[in-house]
């Protein structure tokens, strides 16, 4: 705690998430709150211990450990239908209840996370310690002490800790030593900004009391308006919890996921930053809110997505990302002064991604926006007329190669699941203009959506081994296929995909996909995607198995139970609090960025989809 080296952090499965719909923090099961990016998902990190436990910067309030005390349990939990988190520490001695939410829903919102330390039975000394590191832990800090509290002062941002407990600082990190009885509590907020005096945001219990009512009074309203009332509601409620959270409330775009450069593979070098706006992901995560009843934050993100393309040259193709402003996404670097979570080198933020070809993403923006013409709100003319412009330019460039959804960097290839996404964009938008009977080139639209159906038959398809494959001419196999079904490119019992999902059920040594019902999305000695290291298996593409499994039961009804038990499977690799990571790692460990909004949303449509072939009984 004074300079000596920390204990390497607790794993990514070990945190619970709360946030503002502006930005998210982690807070692990010990009190450490090792995750915080400052204001927005896409700023520099202020604390990041969990990809630096020595560098990173850190917010720890846990029980201190005193000679001769007895052990401490931690147990932590999510208040009922809330992202209000509660970690408790046992002992013999007593029971500790520490608090984390920021504030939502109040008359004066504030910027600030709150961490409420109470004791319920007992007696129990605690110590705090803030230790910020802004700028992914490359700026220096001042520490300037004020009453009730201190403010923590760098070039690029300021914040201050509030709080009536004693503070001491040796210039860079702050601490307090207390010991409370029990019906006691301490209060510290982490507020934006560098006040003159802190005497009025620190707060006492009744204080921080009202915020919690009114944070839970908000989480409780928003997720009211959920339609969803199948089995596994609990594991539902908590995937759409965890989607809002990765919403940003002010121009309603919706990020992959709060962290950067958590990895795919342990000390490997699969480390990506997540915090911005795949079109891919957030137009998936659009239909998985309108599923279960959440048209406000579907349509925060069509406005959101009609304002980027609006931006875009009459030639020029739709980016696929952008930062939280509609910007381009930052330059990818890496920050080599960080080990990276558990020395998994290199530590990257921004992505390079940002500039690949991925011809997929017409697909999932044009299912998107049909399925919320559907069952949101009408889209309007000039909406379609961005996106017949973005029609057609696909008509001119399906053909190309592309880097598709995996991201590869081994070069472009004829990807199937591109190819199948682009007969997607097609459909949906020739469905949209006869629906709406808006103007189009429908003659040219139907002549190529049929072109690329056939050419996917003839060339996507593998006779030898009597499966669809990753790409044209390949013999290797590719989870994405799944979504064939899914898209209705395909009929769930055509007898190519039966023949494609009971290959991918099979295990690897046998030239499958899968282990223990759990999918790998490609085997990556196989494809060759220009990486090093070998990763886990990829929960959406667990989840898309069992649609794909499900559908297929309207002639195969033993293909039902086998989808229920690998979803059931399945769900038992959720973290304590219910949460996916992007993949399941060999030992069972969560591995790359957390939490997934790819995992959760595909776990909410596999749900929903599921439950109703089950039907109102077992």
């Given at each position: 705690?004074?300079?000596?080296?920390?204990?390497?952090?607790?794993?990514?499965?070990?945190?619970?998430?709360?946030?503002?719909?502006?930005?998210?923090?982690?807070?692990?099961?010990?009190?450490?709150?090792?995750?915080?990016?400052?204001?927005?998902?896409?700023?520099?990190?202020?604390?990041?211990?969990?990809?630096?436990?020595?560098?990173?910067?850190?917010?720890?309030?846990?029980?201190?450990?005193?000679?001769?005390?007895?052990?401490?349990?931690?147990?932590?939990?999510?208040?009922?239908?809330?992202?209000?988190?509660?970690?408790?520490?046992?002992?013999?001695?007593?029971?500790?209840?520490?608090?984390?939410?920021?504030?939502?829903?109040?008359?004066?919102?504030?910027?600030?996370?709150?961490?409420?330390?109470?004791?319920?039975?007992?007696?129990?000394?605690?110590?705090?310690?803030?230790?910020?590191?802004?700028?992914?832990?490359?700026?220096?800090?001042?520490?300037?002490?004020?009453?009730?509290?201190?403010?923590?002062?760098?070039?690029?941002?300021?914040?201050?800790?509030?709080?009536?407990?004693?503070?001491?600082?040796?210039?860079?990190?702050?601490?307090?030593?207390?010991?409370?009885?029990?019906?006691?509590?301490?209060?510290?907020?982490?507020?934006?900004?560098?006040?003159?005096?802190?005497?009025?945001?620190?707060?006492?219990?009744?204080?921080?009391?009202?915020?919690?009512?009114?944070?839970?009074?908000?989480?409780?309203?928003?997720?009211?308006?959920?339609?969803?009332?199948?089995?596994?509601?609990?594991?539902?409620?908590?995937?759409?919890?965890?989607?809002?959270?990765?919403?940003?409330?002010?121009?309603?775009?919706?990020?992959?996921?709060?962290?950067?450069?958590?990895?795919?593979?342990?000390?490997?070098?699969?480390?990506?930053?997540?915090?911005?706006?795949?079109?891919?992901?957030?137009?998936?995560?659009?239909?998985?809110?309108?599923?279960?009843?959440?048209?406000?934050?579907?349509?925060?993100?069509?406005?959101?997505?009609?304002?980027?393309?609006?931006?875009?040259?009459?030639?020029?193709?739709?980016?696929?990302?952008?930062?939280?402003?509609?910007?381009?996404?930052?330059?990818?670097?890496?920050?080599?002064?960080?080990?990276?979570?558990?020395?998994?080198?290199?530590?990257?933020?921004?992505?390079?991604?940002?500039?690949?070809?991925?011809?997929?993403?017409?697909?999932?923006?044009?299912?998107?926006?049909?399925?919320?013409?559907?069952?949101?709100?009408?889209?309007s003319y000039d909406f379609w007329n961005h996106l017949r412009r973005l029609t057609n330019w696909l008509c001119d460039n399906w053909r190309r190669k592309d880097e598709s959804i995996w991201e590869v960097r081994s070069g472009r290839q004829h990807f199937v699941y591109s190819k199948m996404m682009c007969w997607v964009a097609l459909d949906r938008a020739i469905r949209l203009a006869s629906k709406r009977s808006f103007p189009s080139d429908l003659a040219r639209w139907i002549r190529e959506?049929?072109?690329?159906?056939?050419?996917?038959?003839?060339?996507?398809?593998?006779?030898?081994?009597?499966?669809?494959?990753?790409?044209?001419?390949?013999?290797?196999?590719?989870?994405?296929?799944?979504?064939?079904?899914?898209?209705?490119?395909?009929?769930?019992?055509?007898?190519?995909?039966?023949?494609?999902?009971?290959?991918?059920?099979?295990?690897?040594?046998?030239?499958?996909?899968?282990?223990?019902?759990?999918?790998?999305?490609?085997?990556?000695?196989?494809?060759?995607?220009?990486?090093?290291?070998?990763?886990?298996?990829?929960?959406?593409?667990?989840?898309?198995?069992?649609?794909?499994?499900?559908?297929a039961s309207v002639t195969r009804p033993d293909l039902l139970d086998e989808a229920r038990l690998l979803f059931e499977r399945m769900l038992g690799y959720a973290s304590h609090l219910g949460l996916f990571a992007e993949q399941t790692g060999p030992a069972g460990e969560a591995l790359g960025n957390f939490p997934q909004a790819l995992t959760h949303l595909s776990l909410i449509s596999a749900a929903y989809n599921l439950d109703r072939a089950l039907g109102a009984g077992d």
């Open positions: 705690m004074n300079g000596e080296k920390t204990a390497r952090p607790p794993a990514i499965e070990d945190h619970g998430v709360i946030g503002d719909l502006r930005t998210v923090a982690l807070v692990a099961t010990d009190g450490t709150l090792d995750w915080l990016c400052f204001p927005h998902f896409d700023s520099p990190t202020v604390f990041a211990a969990l990809l630096d436990a020595d560098k990173g910067g850190h917010f720890r309030i846990q029980p201190e450990h005193l000679p001769n005390q007895p052990e401490v349990v931690h147990k932590q939990f999510y208040w009922p239908d809330t992202n209000v988190l509660v970690t408790r520490f046992y002992s013999e001695n007593g029971v500790g209840e520490l608090v984390d939410f920021m504030p939502l829903g109040t008359q004066e919102p504030v910027r600030m996370v709150v961490r409420r330390i109470r004791v319920v039975r007992g007696e129990m000394p605690f110590r705090m310690e803030c230790l910020p590191a802004f700028n992914y832990a490359r700026d220096e800090h001042s520490v300037r002490v004020l009453d009730h509290g201190v403010s923590f002062l760098s070039p690029t941002l300021n914040l201050t800790l509030a709080t009536k407990a004693k503070l001491e600082t040796d210039g860079k990190r702050v601490t307090s030593r207390f010991t409370l009885r029990e019906g006691q509590s301490m209060v510290f907020a982490l507020i934006e900004g560098a006040p003159s005096s802190c005497a009025r945001q620190a707060m006492g219990h009744e204080s921080a009391e009202g915020l919690f009512r009114d944070t839970v009074v908000y989480w409780r309203h928003w997720l009211s308006q959920c339609t969803y009332r199948g089995r596994w509601r609990e594991v539902v409620y908590r995937s759409a919890l965890a989607l809002k959270l990765m919403t940003f409330e002010p121009s309603g775009a919706i990020v992959a996921s709060p962290t950067c450069s958590l990895p795919e593979s342990p000390g490997g070098g699969r480390n990506w930053d997540y915090r911005f706006v795949w079109i891919r992901d957030a137009a998936f995560t659009v239909y998985a809110l309108l599923r279960i009843g959440f048209s406000d934050e579907a349509g925060g993100f069509m406005r959101w997505l009609e304002q980027r393309i609006a931006e875009l040259g009459p030639d020029e193709p739709l980016p696929i990302m952008f930062a939280l402003d509609g910007s381009k996404v930052p330059r990818e670097e890496e920050l080599s002064h960080l080990a990276g979570y558990r020395d998994s080198r290199p530590v990257r933020i921004g992505n390079e991604a940002a500039n690949h070809l991925q011809l997929d993403i017409y697909g999932e923006l044009m299912d998107g926006v049909y399925l919320y013409n559907k069952h949101g709100a009408p889209i959506r049929d072109a690329m159906f056939e050419e996917i038959m003839d060339q996507g398809w593998c006779q030898e081994r009597g499966t669809f494959v990753q790409y044209y001419g390949a013999r290797a196999l590719d989870a994405s296929v799944l979504l064939m079904p899914l898209v209705f490119f395909l009929s769930p019992v055509d007898p190519r995909m039966l023949s494609t999902v009971e290959l991918i059920r099979k295990p690897p040594k046998e030239g499958g996909l899968t282990s223990d019902g759990l999918v790998f999305r490609y085997d990556t000695e196989a494809s060759q995607d220009g990486l090093t290291g070998r990763e886990g298996t990829f929960n959406l593409c667990t989840f898309w198995l069992v649609e794909a499994m499900t559908r």
